[in-house]
């Protein structure tokens, strides 16, 4: 009888212990599946329209969100953006050619037809121009179709939307910029460099996808910096935030969310794929909607931070 109910305290154990981890598989799963709609709002007197809506999405990394990426076209298509802002790695380097046109490429050409797009290149992007041998011609293969598509990736450069006051750059940053444990700052004069002097008296958006840069892009003074990147440090936690960054480094001070610095907005997504570590705990894939009102009444009226 001791011995049978010793068993049976096993078999419940073990049971009970099967089905934890079959409850922690599953909460992952739909954790790491689907994304959100995430909304802020902004005031900016230099805005020559009442109101612009900008749509920022990163870090796709070729994956489909649902029926063949259509629904992420879909949301946005409730949001109506005046332009969508792809802040890099829409790719992943280590896919073949054709597994780009497959997800990533096929979405944003669905995107451009509809929107008009800024494209700023991410590490993947940057990899493939810089690794030749392992993906050759992929990186000029790449710009050609974007170009062919609508939406040509921004490399140092500044495209204008004057009817509203905005001017968009997007910053080409190498390799160097991206090393993991350590990180190599860059010159506070690298974006002056790379890309002018920024119009103070505009709307500037900088695309710029490591957001660990923060505080050496506020020395250019941009109203918005755009990013992504850091994918919510893969799990984020109550209080500490996200846990891990693409460069390993443990709760990384800019995981997701809006941060300040010396008049300069960053808004960083959580992005809408994985890469390496396919999962997300407590860090819902995102589609980032960003209001910019030119009055404060306006902004009081429908937004808010």
Not at 240 to 253: E, H, T
Request: some cysteine; charged content about 25%; glycine content about 8%.
């Amino acid at each position: 009888m001791v011995v049978m109910i010793a068993s049976l305290k096993a078999i419940c154990i073990t049971a009970a212990a099967a089905l934890a981890v079959l409850l922690l598989i599953l909460f992952v799963y739909r954790e790491s599946r689907g994304f959100k709609v995430v909304r802020y709002s902004f005031v900016n007197g230099k805005l020559k329209v009442p109101h612009f809506r900008m749509a920022l999405i990163s870090d796709l990394h070729d994956c489909d969100l649902g029926n063949d990426n259509r629904d992420v076209l879909k949301a946005l298509d409730e949001e109506a953006p005046d332009a969508v802002f792809l802040a890099g790695d829409m790719i992943t380097s280590g896919l073949e050619p054709e597994c780009h046109d497959s997800n990533a490429l096929k979405f944003i050409e669905r995107v451009a037809k509809k929107y008009t797009v800024y494209y700023g290149i991410g590490n993947h992007e940057e990899k493939l121009r810089r690794c030749p041998k392992d993906h050759p011609g992929e990186f000029e293969r790449l710009c050609d179709r974007l170009d062919e598509i609508g939406a040509p990736m921004l490399l140092d450069e500044k495209v204008s939307i004057d009817e509203a006051g905005i001017d968009i750059y997007g910053l080409d940053l190498s390799h160097e910029y991206y090393r993991r444990l350590k990180t190599r700052q860059i010159p506070d004069d690298h974006l002056d460099n790379k890309l002018g002097s920024n119009d103070t008296s505009r709307v500037s958006v900088l695309i710029a996808h490591n957001p660990e840069h923060f505080e050496k892009f506020a020395l250019w003074k941009p109203d918005f910096v755009l990013s992504g990147h850091v994918h919510g440090g893969i799990i984020s936690l109550p209080l500490l935030g996200g846990v891990l960054s693409p460069q390993l480094k443990l709760f990384p001070r800019y995981d997701a969310g809006v941060f300040l610095k010396d008049g300069s907005t960053m808004i960083l997504t959580r992005g809408l794929g994985t890469h390496t570590i396919p999962v997300r705990i407590f860090n819902k894939a995102e589609i980032v909607i960003a209001d910019i009102y030119r009055d404060q009444k306006d902004f009081e009226t429908e937004g808010m931070i």
